[in-house]
């Protein structure tokens, strides 16, 4: 059973930035492909990023491009998601999810198999 734990969400003003881990555990999260939610009150959980398996492919949600970038540390077994330039539209919770090996999910939620817990974002000045 793979398990996933993110963290480092918080309070930042406008402009500001964080960035989110996603710590895999139980089984080595290298081999997933994994891709980053958020909701923010009253909305849908929507896609923000995802990268591949293998690392070599990622895709962005038109409303972070060019401020948010994902990574993968396979050392680490954990994503992150580096978030720069953040706006109050990016407050929300904040989940990471994996899906099957093999499988290229982009933000088909029902695609994935395992989510994390979520961690808070709240861009406010």
């Known amino acids: 059973q793979l398990r996933l734990v993110e963290s480092g969400g918080g309070l930042v003003q406008p402009g500001g930035s964080l960035r989110l881990s996603c710590a895999g555990s139980?089984?080595?999260?290298?081999?997933?492909?994994v891709g980053w939610f958020r909701q923010a009150p009253g909305k849908e959980r929507e896609g923000v990023s995802y990268v591949s398996d293998s690392g070599g492919s990622t895709v962005y949600a038109d409303s972070v491009k060019g401020r948010f970038t994902i990574s993968r540390d396979n050392a680490k077994n954990t994503v992150y998601l580096q978030m720069n330039s953040l706006k109050p539209e990016d407050t929300g919770v904040y989940y990471c999810?994996?899906?099957?090996?093999?499988?290229?999910?982009?933000?088909?939620?029902?695609?994935?198999?395992?989510w994390g817990q979520g961690t808070q974002v709240t861009v406010s000045s």
């Open positions: 139980g089984l080595t999260l290298n081999y997933y492909p």
């Open positions: 999810a994996a899906a099957p090996p093999a499988l290229e999910p982009l933000f088909a939620i029902s695609e994935y198999r395992y």
